[in-house]
């Protein structure tokens, strides 16, 4: 039996339609009505232990929703989660002992009181015993560095403070799994970074299951085994990160700023001889577009400069975002193309 | 036990925070009772200017002003703050953290958000309580002793479950903090005065539909023996402590089903 396990999970949400004006107020008091939203949509899949599984999807896919049932504080509209072999919504308390969760956007922390503080009640909530308190501090102190700010409240904390003081009250009760709801957002390079090896640390050394969602397409590359992508509350990718990137994720975008407005129109000739996929000409500027399988950014760049001088130049990596937009458009593409 | 401990931590803690504006924390239980004492001036003129209200004197008027405020104070600093933060909690998303916890979310957010004006409320009341019952020459047996305490618990139930059923409605509506402060101050209101008189409306409503007849009126007409005031039947002089245990139950059930209804939000 699989640790995570959702069957066919959807999620309706119920949005009460105002009418305008004091005489709508009234209506609205007697009659109700209501709009329905499905935020997620019959989806199935299975998460073993150990594994780190990228959630992702574009905004509004409805993956803060789903892992919003799978820690229990939504109720599903219809079919069920089952985490480590419990109905989390039904079994709050023993499932908040067996999960730690961390929103990206909002603080699980205390704001008046100084994070040391909010850590030692952790420790009276879940009832963790002194030496595991004590060697948990520790370790998550040493990698996440906390020993700069332990002593301040957490309502004067950076975001990148908050997150790691949060991640590490999220791991004291050592919990099998691991829930992050955009974890690295808003956070510097530097700050991402350690997130990521610590997350990826707790992952080997404690065998913990993370499941994490993310607009970011390093957290994926750098963390993931395995992705789900999903949109429109469905699924639409579940399986390894190598595949999916193959299949609609190498490509990139270099755009270049010639000195000279006139070599636009030759430059984009020669490139024809190269294998790019498209090159386009907006704002006085070149784009092109080229997939990392068959071409790299040098080759691409000293063919240019061989040509000519230019100004500036940059390089777009591909955004996760990107790929599921295109996957999402060549699914689609190919629905219309059965009918 | 654990819970105990718990509580016990989280209380340091409020304490502390509280403690850095320690101006701040006296003057809230300053103005609660000065608060309470414009009221018994007022009650205290308006007695000195008519001797009784319906047979009531000041001191029988004041004996029921004080179980409501005494069970009021007490409910009030574990279930207020509590109650009147869930309304912006559940439309912020902020209740989100309180269902990953391993403790009932009742309890935590209680647990979270003590108040201590209220402790003001609840020092007066006992106070003042005592006064009465010396007043009033109340004898002070045992059983009275037990009953009065039977009463205050049931009273400070009713007081709860009232609070926490007004809390609920934010689960389902938004805008619920006007329904909560109609049910909570201004019908709570008319239990300055003995229920007696008030037209029919006004006692079947705070008997039948929001019990509030329960937390003074009817237990008081047990304690200051008058028999010829009786409401309804006799027998709701000692209903306090059922009315409060099976609404507390309600209320309770009604929680549940709520805390299931929480969407929380988008973002
Ligand atoms: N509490 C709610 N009430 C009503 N609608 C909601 C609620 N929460 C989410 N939705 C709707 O459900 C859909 C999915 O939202 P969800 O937050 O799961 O998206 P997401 O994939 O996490 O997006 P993002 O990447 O922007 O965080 C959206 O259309 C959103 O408007
Ligand atoms: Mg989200």
Redesign the interface.
Known sequence: MSLISVNNLTKQ??RPIRQEGFTGAVKDLFHRQYEYKTAVNDISFQINQGEIVGYLGPN?AGK?TTI?MM?????PTAGSVTVNELIP?KN???H??N?G?V?G??T?L?W??PVT?SL??MK????IPNDQYRKNIELFSDILDLHEFKNTAVRQLSLGQRMRADLCAALLHDPKILFLDEPTIGLDVVVKEKIREFIKEINKVRQTTVVLTTHDMDDVEKLCSRVIVIDHGQIMYDGNISHLKDKYGSDEIITIEPEHNHDLISLRDKLLSLNVMDTKIKDLKLQITYNKGDINSMQILSKIMSESSIIDFTIQPCEIDEVIRRMYTENSLKGKLKI | MHYIQLYSRFILIYLKTRLEYRFAFFMDILIQIITFFVMFLGLWIMLNHFQTIRGWTFYEVLFLYNLNILSHGISGMFFMSPMRQLEAMVQNGEFDGILTRPINPLPLLIFKQFQHAYIGHVLLGIGSLILCINKLNLELSGLNIVMLILVLIGATLIQSAIMIMTGCVSFWFVKATSLSNTIIYDLRRFLNYPLSIYNKFIQFLLTFVIPYGFINFYPSLLFLNKEGEVLFTASFQYGTLIVGLLLYMLSITIWSVAVNKYQSTGS
């Not at chain 1, 820690?71 to 109720?75: E, F, K, M, N, Y």
């Not at chain 1, 009276?124 to 009832?127: A, E, G, W």
């Open positions: 949400f119920q509004g803060s919003k820690v229990g504080i939504l109720v919504y709050r308390k023993i908040a002992k999960i969760v929103f956007q909002r699980q205390w008046d009181i503080e030692l009640l009276y909530m879940y009832k």
